[in-house]
């Protein structure tokens, strides 16, 4: 029984051994077709990963630039309210010195108003003095 076990182990042995011959070049193409299957498929692999890490990073930038974007969003903001409040101050300012020009020219009218009420003489000094010119009656 062991011996007809040896003799068809022998004979398969032989057989595959022949096909393998025959067939030695179709063999070789499957197994290098397996071989570049199985390379293609972890080049893809990490091409992959490297596309997600990519994309990760990118998405990355991103949030850090639209960070940066509110902080300078909101500097502007502060800049802009900080500039209104200038304006406010400057027109209030404005306002304050025409009221003052206007109590002032009001002071001058009512004194050169007196002056001429009564004392006519000295309003044609001051005239002429202050703008060079002469009284001629």
């Known amino acids: 029984m062991m011996a007809s076990l040896d003799c068809e182990v022998l004979m398969t042995k032989k057989v595959i051994l022949e096909f393998v011959l025959k067939n030695w070049k179709a063999l070789l193409i499957v197994a290098l077709l397996i071989v570049v299957a199985m390379k293609s498929r972890s080049?893809?692999?990490?091409?992959?990963?490297?596309?997600?890490?990519?994309?990760?990073?990118?998405?990355?930038?991103?949030?850090?630039?639209?960070?940066?974007?509110?902080e300078e969003i909101r500097e502007k903001q502060k800049l802009m309210e900080k500039h209104l409040e200038s304006i406010a101050q400057i027109e209030e300012d404005y306002e304050n010195a025409l009221q003052?020009?206007?109590e002032l020219r009001e002071d001058k009218r009512n004194e050169y108003t007196n002056k001429f009420?009564?004392?006519?003489?000295?309003?044609?000094?001051?005239?002429?003095?202050?703008?060079g010119i002469e009284y001629v009656p």
């Not at 080049?43 to 992959?48: E, V």
């Not at 009420?117 to 703008?131: A, C, G, H, P």
């Open 43 to 70: 080049d893809y692999k990490l091409m992959q990963e490297a596309y997600e890490t990519q994309a990760e990073s990118y998405q990355a930038q991103i949030e850090g630039l639209k960070e940066i974007h509110k």
């Open 100 to 102: 003052m020009i206007s």
């Open 117 to 131: 009420n009564r004392d006519r003489e000295q309003l044609i000094k001051d005239i002429e003095e202050k703008f």
